[in-house]
């Protein structure tokens, strides 16, 4: 893990955010820390929320940083200053985390111009709430439904046309709770089943895909091809 600290980055790439949800997010008591809200986002011909898995709240070593629990915890912003230091590491070093290297590669060509143009139209923030205290570290049962329960909030708000996950393991607790439904495709991609289906919401059922964590054994064509078949559009989108 490293730790974040947007003011010392060479560039800052918080202008990309769009901070005019932050009153409504305000009233979703689950919700720890503001999403990510690209500022082409709300005008977007797709809107596409991104969910990630959780922040882990760990040294360079893996064991347990009790200030980034904190931070994680107390900062509203701190997701977004995550996706701020992911855009400055592309743009300064041509790479940055393993997830967003896999996420980035699914859909762009990572040069600076083309993370600074995804980021600034996809929403984007981490389905667990709590941040995991070690980095083999899992969710239980009750993070995730409590997960459910927050984004069924979120995205009365957001309103996105499509949502990936990043990762399968966190689908306990949307059908349980009559949240939504899933679908599991029975095949394998990179050692992984996908599943697709929908979150209920008032406005309409909002479709859903879950796919492999895009770190370790992930591989971006594969992925991109399987979320081709079933959101050509969306997928269309976010290569442009």
């Not at 990043?166 to 059908?175: A, S």
């Not at 939504?180 to 495709?185: A, C, M, S, T």
Request: charged share 20%; with cysteine; aromatic share 12%.
């Amino acid at each position: 893990n490293i730790i974040i600290n947007s003011k010392f980055m060479k560039n800052n790439y918080l202008h990309l955010c769009d901070k005019n949800y932050n009153s409504e997010f305000d009233n979703i008591n689950l919700l720890l820390r503001y999403p990510w809200v690209g500022v082409k986002y709300t005008s977007s011909k797709y809107r596409v929320l991104l969910l990630g898995d959780s922040h882990y709240a760990t040294n360079e070593d893996g064991s347990h940083s009790i200030e980034e629990e904190i931070r994680f915890i107390t900062d509203k912003e701190s997701t977004r200053e995550t996706i701020n230091c992911a855009i400055n590491n592309f743009c300064e070093q041509g790479s940055s985390w393993n997830m967003f290297n896999g996420l980035l590669r699914t859909f762009t060509n990572t040069t600076p111009e083309s993370v600074k143009t995804f980021f600034g139209k996809v929403a984007f923030y981490n389905f667990i709430q709590e941040p995991m205290k070690y980095r083999n570290s899992k969710p239980t049962a009750k993070q995730k439904r409590e997960g459910w329960q927050c984004l069924a909030k979120v995205v009365e708000i957001l309103t996105p046309d499509y949502i990936i996950f990043i990762g399968t393991r966190n689908w306990y607790g949307l059908e349980h709770q009559k949240l939504g439904e899933l679908k599991w495709e029975g095949i394998k991609i990179s050692n992984c089943e996908p599943a697709t289906g929908s979150i209920y919401t008032s406005i309409g059922n909002i479709p859903l895909a879950l796919i492999h964590h895009t770190s370790q054994g992930y591989n971006p064509l594969l992925w991109r091809n399987y979320l081709n078949e079933k959101a050509p559009k969306i997928v269309s989108f976010l290569m442009k």
